[in-house]
């Protein structure tokens, strides 16, 4: 297990940006794979973002490609989802993970540790 613990969710216009953060504690954060989902009211969770261990490959969701950034800070054992133009849409419940290994995935399944979330709500 790696804790995790997201930050930076809140209450923002449409077209408006924002940055999330999530750090991990207790392991060795430069060796493992990190991504990013959001889970909306009554929807399952929706893979948006991935990064392997050393920050060189990502790979976006085609709903979110174009608009939101994924980063990592490996010092920092920190990685980042920088969201931009946001909409309405948007609007969910954003979850920071953690895979045991560096190889990407999109596979919620494969992702063995999960934060607590931290929420982003849209308003037009």
């Known amino acids: 297990q790696v804790p995790l613990a997201e930050s930076g969710g809140g209450l923002v216009q449409a077209g408006a940006s924002l940055r999330l953060s999530c750090v991990a504690h207790?392991?060795?954060?430069?060796?493992?794979?990190m991504g990013w989902f959001r889970q909306a009211p009554g929807k399952e969770r929706e893979f948006l973002a991935a990064i392997d261990r050393s920050g060189g490959s990502t790979y976006y969701a085609d709903s979110v490609k174009g608009r939101f950034t994924i980063s990592r800070d490996n010092p920092k054992n920190t990685v980042y989802l920088q969201m931009n133009n946001l909409k309405v849409e948007d609007t969910a419940k954003y979850y920071c993970?953690?895979?045991?290994?560096?190889?990407?995935?999109?596979?919620?399944?494969?992702?063995?540790?999960w934060g607590q979330g931290t929420q982003v709500t849209v308003s037009t």
């Open positions: 207790g392991r060795t954060f430069s060796s493992i794979a």
């Open positions: 993970a953690a895979r045991s290994v560096g190889v990407m995935s999109t596979d919620r399944r494969d992702f063995g540790s």
